[in-house]
């Protein structure tokens, strides 16, 4: 955790708890009648927000999967998105570069504002969206192309790199600003020294965690301010996960890193602020990561970071 995190004495938890306890929303959980209390998920923080959500629901069909949810994103920090399977978090961090938009099914109702503008009203460009709001699956999935195509693939298309016109014809690597910027990527994606001799190697011969790394790069070669991750480490064996997480709290010194993860040990170590989500697709809880672990204002958050249930 950086050091954004604010560590609060018991005094200041007892109070905070004993004057944020006011419902002001009469939503109740199907499993249990506790309320939602608006000040759970109203967090604070310094600097500015990188992302503005505000009222979002999302359907499918008829079914309800994000609930009215309000959230601000701390620019250039970790957030964690944690709560148990089915409770939308997926849905919610496709919400935030309108990757919905690709499931028929799906509607989206809100506002989700970037740098100033709604990015769900009518003329944004989903192609631009995108690269400033770039994302990494939970399965690396590299394209079946060299290592330095995987990494240079996003600025060629959108004629980022002029790759010259030998590159043109050949399909080759004729341009210094090519070369570097696939240099930049890797280091930036703490890959390159695995792979500096081998770039014209296919990608597909990667390790998984090597793959998941080269994914990131190429989120990274397009320029983004927003990274969504979804579940990034969880097809990971321990060391390649390991490596993940150290890479996800170094990105976030020049980006901002939205995360989603089963694991409650990966958020509280590399997560600035940690939202909970719970069934029905609400937000139940968001604050500092310390606070929602060491002492959350809900006992449904607290359950389910206590393990028991989930
Ligand atoms: N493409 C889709 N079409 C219809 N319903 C969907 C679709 N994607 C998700 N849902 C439903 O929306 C709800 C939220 O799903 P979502 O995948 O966002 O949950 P999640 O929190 O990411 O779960 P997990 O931890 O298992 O990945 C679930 O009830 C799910 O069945
Ligand atoms: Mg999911």
């Not at 309000?70 to 935030?96: D, F, H, N, W």
């Not at 990131?216 to 990034?232: F, G, H, N």
Request: charged fraction near 30%.
């Amino acid at each position: 955790m950086s050091d954004q995190t604010v560590t609060r004495t018991n005094d200041e938890q007892q109070s905070n708890s004993l004057t944020d306890q006011q419902p002001t929303s009469h939503t109740v959980d199907a499993e249990t009648d506790e309320q939602l209390v608006d000040s759970w998920t109203d967090y604070e923080f310094e600097g500015e927000a990188a992302i503005t959500v505000e009222d979002l629901d999302v359907y499918y069909g008829d079914d309800h999967a994000i609930d009215s949810i309000s959230m601000e994103i701390p620019e250039q920090s970790v957030t964690a998105l944690i709560g148990p399977s089915g409770c939308g978090k997926s849905t919610y961090l496709r919400c935030l570069n309108r990757m919905n938009d690709r499931i028929d099914s799906a509607r989206v109702d809100g506002t989700v504002e970037i740098d100033g503008e709604n990015i769900y009203e009518g003329d944004t460009d989903l192609v631009e969206l995108r690269k400033k709001v770039g994302m990494v699956f939970q399965s690396p999935n590299p394209f079946p192309k060299s290592i330095r195509e995987n990494v240079s693939y996003g600025p060629r298309k959108h004629g980022d790199v002029n790759v010259g016109l030998l590159g043109k014809l050949l399909g080759g690597d004729d341009s210094e600003a090519e070369r570097r910027l696939v240099e930049r990527s890797l280091k930036q994606a703490a890959l390159w020294d695995e792979v500096s001799d081998r770039l014209e190697d296919n990608a597909l011969g990667l390790s998984g965690g090597q793959q998941q790394r080269l994914c990131i790069a190429r989120c990274l070669a397009v320029d983004p301010d927003v990274i969504l991750m979804d579940e990034p480490a969880s097809a990971l064996d321990p060391v390649a996960t390991a490596k993940i997480e150290d890479l996800i709290e170094q990105l976030a010194e020049e980006y901002t890193v939205v995360v989603v993860t089963h694991n409650m040990q990966q958020a509280a170590r590399i997560s600035d602020q940690t939202a909970v989500f719970l069934t029905g697709g609400q937000l139940v809880e968001y604050d500092d990561t310390d606070k929602i672990f060491e002492n959350p204002e809900s006992d449904r958050v607290e359950d389910y970071v206590t393990g028991k249930f989930g």
